[in-house]
């Protein structure tokens, strides 16, 4: 574990993937660290060549405008740098151990990084408070997915396993 110049809050494994996945994109994009930091600057939020030199040693912690500013630009998703390269596998989000591909799915917004077994309605749940209407999925079977979408003015279409939904102006 990285520990970053406040040594009493040591970086943990979502920073510690965030340095090793800017480095990564870096390199794959043929980037200096100080052509990541012009396009920062050109962004609005300056990070100097020595702030990326910290971040990707681990002794410089990112903050979300400092994740988002390198996301834009290294011209990806802040995703992409919070989580590994992979769905195989485990990783370790916050002290908890989950599957790589259960912690994509929850960071894109899919459904709950734990799914109860339930009826559904935590997925309807998660989808209410993690997404804007237009980017929710509704969930047919289920009596809290097909309130959800009247909720927001959708009427569902069943076509096979996947829902498509469509707003009053027929979208």
């Given at each position: 574990m990285v520990v970053t110049e406040?040594?009493?809050?040591?970086?943990?494994?979502?920073?510690?993937?965030v340095r090793l996945n800017v480095t990564r994109i870096?390199?794959?994009?043929?980037?200096?660290?100080?052509?990541?930091?012009?396009?920062t600057a050109g962004l609005g939020r300056a990070?100097?060549?020595?702030?990326?030199?910290?971040i990707e040693a681990g002794t410089r912690r990112v903050d979300a405008d400092d994740?988002?500013?390198?996301a834009m630009a290294l011209g990806?998703?802040?995703?992409a740098l919070l989580l590994p390269n992979t769905t195989d596998?485990?990783?370790?989000?916050?002290?908890?151990?989950?599957?790589?591909?259960?912690?994509?799915?929850?960071?894109?917004?899919?459904?709950?990084?734990?799914?109860?077994?339930?009826?559904?309605?935590a997925h309807v749940d998660f989808q209410l408070h993690a997404r804007p209407p237009f980017r929710r999925r509704y969930?047919?079977?289920t009596s809290?997915?097909?309130q959800l979408a009247e909720q927001d003015g959708m009427r569902l279409v069943e076509d096979t396993d996947v829902v498509r939904i469509e707003t009053s102006e027929g979208d």
């Open positions: 406040d040594k009493k809050n040591p970086l943990g494994p979502s920073g510690n993937q870096r390199e794959a994009r043929g980037l200096t660290k100080k052509d990541v930091a012009a396009r990070i100097p060549a020595l702030g990326i030199s910290r994740l988002v500013v390198l990806v998703n802040p995703t596998g485990e990783i370790a989000l916050a002290g908890k151990t989950v599957p790589a591909s259960d912690a994509w799915e929850w960071a894109d917004g899919e459904r709950p990084l734990v799914l109860p077994a339930d009826d559904g309605s969930y047919m079977g809290a997915g097909r």
